[in-house]
Structure formats: C-alpha cells, structure tokens
Nanobody
Framework: QVQLVESGGGLVQAGGSLRLSCAAS????????MGWFRQAPGKEREFVAV????????YYGDSVKGRFTVSRDNAKNTVWLQMNSLKPEDTAVYYC??????????????????WGQGTQVTVPS
C-alpha cells in the first residue's frame, strides 16, 4: 500500500510558476513509477508527466513540454512537479500517482494503482 499526499497548489498569474510536491509513504518508493495527471472541470484526466523508477527517466505530455519538469528524491520519498510559464489552460486539479509496473503506456491513467487526493492549480485568464 502507498499513500500519496500532494501539496503546493494555488492561484498564480499567467506566466508565473508553482512547484507541486507529492509525499509518499508506505512501501518502497523507488520501486514505483511516479506520474502526474490533471483534470479540468468537464474534461478527461490528462497525462502531465512521469518519472520512472530506478533510472529516473522523465516523459511529458505535449501540452507541458518545455515548461514543466518532474523530479524525485527517493531518500525523501517525494516527487515534484515544477511548473513554469503557466497558462490559463493549465488550470486543473493535479494528481500524483504511483505505478509498480506499466504494461502499455505511462500516459494511461489505468496503469497507476495509487493516487493522491489532488491539489488545485488556478491560473486566471
């Protein structure tokens, strides 16, 4: 069992930055791929980023490439999402998620077994 708790959301003006944190407890953190997803009102959950277990490779959704950076510290059981150059379309609830294996795609939310409660990010237009 893994428990995930996100923090760091809030309201930020367009062009600004936020850093989200996801603290994990439970089983061995470095054995999980850690993903970030987001969901805006009336829209489907969208893949944002993932950082893989062991080797720490990162992959991003097309809408955030070049603006967001995912990182992790296995000693601290924490993963971060640094978000720069924020846009109104980035407004959503952001979730971190953990997957012990991925059989099809890191971008599929159904690959992830554990989810946090989410943190709201609002970028007014």
């Amino acid at each position: 069992q893994v428990q995930l708790v996100e923090s760091g959301g809030g309201l930020v003006q367009a062009g600004g930055s936020l850093r989200l944190s996801c603290a994990a407890s439970g089983r061995i953190f470095n054995s999980y791929h850690m993903g970030w997803f987001r969901q805006a009102p009336g829209k489907e959950r969208e893949f944002v980023a993932v950082i893989t277990r062991y080797n720490g490779f990162s992959y991003y959704g097309d809408s955030v490439k070049g603006r967001f950076t995912v990182s992790r510290d296995n000693a601290k059981n924490t993963v971060w999402l640094q978000m720069n150059s924020l846009k109104p379309e980035d407004t959503a609830v952001y979730y971190c998620a953990a997957a012990d294996t991925v059989s099809r795609s890191y971008q599929r939310s159904d690959e992830y077994r554990y989810w946090g409660q989410g943190t709201q990010v609002t970028v007014p237009s």
